[in-house]
């Protein structure tokens, strides 16, 4: 860390062997925040497993959002 990685590419691998007073406040373990639970590892393996099907439709969620504000966009309302 101390390296700018220079040293040791993996060194966010690592940050439990750095001691908590010398680690800065922006290197932070997700595992701290992150709770696992089914729900979660659900959805995990339902979006890994339709991962086609899920980026096709927000793909078509996304067009007819821009589709329907430039729409309303280009149509401005007479007061």
Do not use: C
């Not at 996304?62 to 007061?79: Q, S, T, V, W």
């Amino acid at each position: 860390m101390h390296s700018n990685g220079v040293a040791h590419k993996d060194w966010y691998l690592h940050i439990d062997q750095i001691p908590a007073p010398n680690r800065p406040s922006y290197v932070v373990r997700v595992s701290d925040f992150y709770t696992d639970n089914g729900f979660t590892a659900y959805l995990i393996k339902a979006v890994r497993k339709n991962a086609l099907e899920v980026s096709a439709s927000l793909i078509v969620v996304g067009a007819a959002l821009g589709f329907l504000m430039k729409r309303r966009m280009g149509n401005p309302k007479a007061a």
